[in-house]
């Protein structure tokens, strides 16, 4: 049970943006602009896959399964690259360059003070621009705050891959911005709001 | 020197950032300003000593000390409040109510798993609402991304806390993104 009083219908951080709607302003526009505004140069697949990545090492369940199966959608409906991301970024079938940035997410998430001049110059090597490095270390450090949000209050979460493969398709198609699947807590069924 | 060339190498800690990065700096800005200087029933003051202990624990120090600058600057109470905070405010006059959401803001600093449900039943008898614990718990969060960020790419401090008597007046009194 979520430990403050949060509308029923809406699972993980759509009950917070509906509870407190004067921070969902600024958090959505905030997600928005990270992961599916257009980027100079990293796809939304590859920054979705980022948020995944860094929810799952934080075992938010929720953030990790709709980010997942949003990038899935962003990568042409490929479940498979999540998965091995997920397992192990080093074997995934990924660029060098997203791997080495793949690493600086994982150094971001312990604490921000464990990225060395290193990590960056590996990534830089493999053709990482500053612009992307800047990136990568805000998204993580976002998914390091969405996922505490998300987890601090005791969110719903459900458990249904259909339901988050669903969710993750319309934020795929319209972002963020637009408004939430309303969900039956007792037959895990979609309506719209 | 930061990780990455930055526009303007003489903006310290975010401020840097922010300007090297204008599409997500606006979010950012919206987001602090929503959270420390919004309406609430918790006071600024109340508000900034969360986002300063929390960056005191996560070692960020031109957040920690900024943020404390900008606390004491709404609670005109000089700028021995920065190792107040540091010292878990053994002499500052602070609330059962503020105590209890300060314990929570640490449980969210360490992972949100760890809020647990009592210490959730202790902030409610303390006197604090939904809307208070929702408040301390995003803001700790928020301060988890904002240190990271700021720590992460390895940005420049000043180190003497003086450097940042002026930058809380104008926190506290002019606010985040308006400069």
Request: glycine share 6%; hydrophobic share 40%.
């Amino acid at each position: 049970m979520p430990h403050i009083n949060l509308p029923f219908e809406f699972p993980g951080i759509r009950s917070l943006f509906m509870f407190r709607p004067e921070t969902a302003t600024p958090l959505n526009a905030l997600v928005q602009t990270l992961l599916h505004n257009p980027h100079p140069s990293l796809t939304a697949g590859e920054r979705e896959l980022i948020a995944t990545y860094v929810s799952g090492l934080n075992n938010c369940k929720y953030c990790c399964n709709i980010h997942g199966a949003i990038a899935q959608h962003q990568l042409g409906n490929n479940a498979q690259i999540v998965k091995q991301v997920l397992a192990n970024p080093d074997t995934a079938p990924i660029s060098q360059k997203m791997k080495s940035l793949l690493k600086i997410a994982a150094k971001v998430q312990l604490g921000g003070k464990n990225v060395t001049n290193q990590d960056v110059v590996n990534a830089g090597e493999e053709g990482a621009t500053d612009i992307e490095i800047q990136d990568t270390v805000l998204i993580a450090a976002a998914f390091c705050m969405f996922n505490r949000y998300v987890d601090g209050l005791a969110t719903w979460q459900p458990d249904d891959a259909e339901l988050y493969d669903k969710m993750g398709e319309q934020r795929a198609r319209e972002g963020y911005l637009t408004a939430p699947f309303k969900v039956n807590r007792e037959t895990e069924d979609l309506s719209t709001l | 020197m930061a990780h990455i060339k930055l526009l303007n190498e003489d903006l310290p800690g975010i401020v840097g950032l922010l300007n090297n990065r204008p599409e997500t700096a606006k979010p950012l800005l919206d987001l602090a300003e929503t959270l420390l200087r919004g309406p609430s029933s918790l006071t600024s003051g109340e508000r900034e000593i969360i986002a300063a202990s929390v960056s005191y624990w996560n070692q960020c120090h031109f957040c920690h000390t900024s943020h404390a600058a900008a606390a004491a600057a709404h609670l005109k109470s000089g700028l021995g409040l920065i190792d107040e905070i540091k010292a878990g405010l053994p002499n500052t006059p602070v609330s059962e109510k503020l105590k209890a959401l300060l314990h929570i803001a640490h449980q969210v600093q360490r992972g949100g798993k760890n809020v647990t449900e009592e210490d959730i039943a202790i902030s409610r008898e303390q006197g604090a609402t939904d809307v208070e614990i929702h408040d301390a718990v995003l803001i700790a969060a928020a301060f988890c991304m904002y240190n990271r960020y700021v720590d992460g790419l390895n940005t420049w401090a000043p180190d003497p806390i003086e450097a940042y008597a002026e930058m809380g007046e104008r926190m506290a009194n002019v606010g985040y993104g308006k400069f």
